[in-house]
């Protein structure tokens, strides 16, 4: 079966870094492109990062763009999020996602199959 598991999340003070993986397995990984999104207490879910199965494009939401860098490594099925210059309102509960296709429009609103269950992220001094 598909599975999703982040790990990486945990306290960051305010500037600092974070690394997210996604490890994937049940599926052709190499196959599928990836997001990651975030929810915040209170708030709704929020995209955060994609890229395509081959890795050859990135895409980032405006709140994150130039801060969060989103890799894959198709020999280890795992997906990335390099967090960096990290601000209180990062603070979310980050997930990553599969898509139903390897390349999607991500100006639109992607289609997901299967999420993971999140790792949380905390940003604080």
């Known amino acids: 079966q598909v599975q999703l598991v982040e790990s990486g999340g945990g306290l960051a003070q305010p500037g600092g870094s974070l690394r997210l993986s996604c490890a994937a397995s049940?599926?052709?990984?190499?196959?599928?492109?990836m997001s990651w999104a975030r929810q915040a207490p209170g708030k709704g879910l929020e995209w955060v990062s994609g890229?395509?199965?081959?890795?050859?494009?990135?895409y980032y939401a405006d709140s994150v763009k130039g801060r969060f860098t989103i890799s894959r490594d198709n020999t280890k099925n795992t997906l990335y999020l390099q967090m960096n210059s990290l601000k209180p309102e990062d603070t979310a509960l980050y997930f990553c996602?599969?898509?139903?296709?390897?390349?999607?429009?991500?100006?639109?609103?992607?289609?997901?199959?299967?999420w993971g269950q999140g790792t949380q992220v905390t940003v604080s001094s």
């Open positions: 890229i395509y199965s081959d890795g050859s494009d990135t």
């Open positions: 996602a599969k898509t139903l296709y390897g390349a999607v429009d991500y100006s639109g609103s992607p289609e997901y199959d299967y």
């Open positions: 049940g599926f052709t990984f190499s196959s599928y492109a």
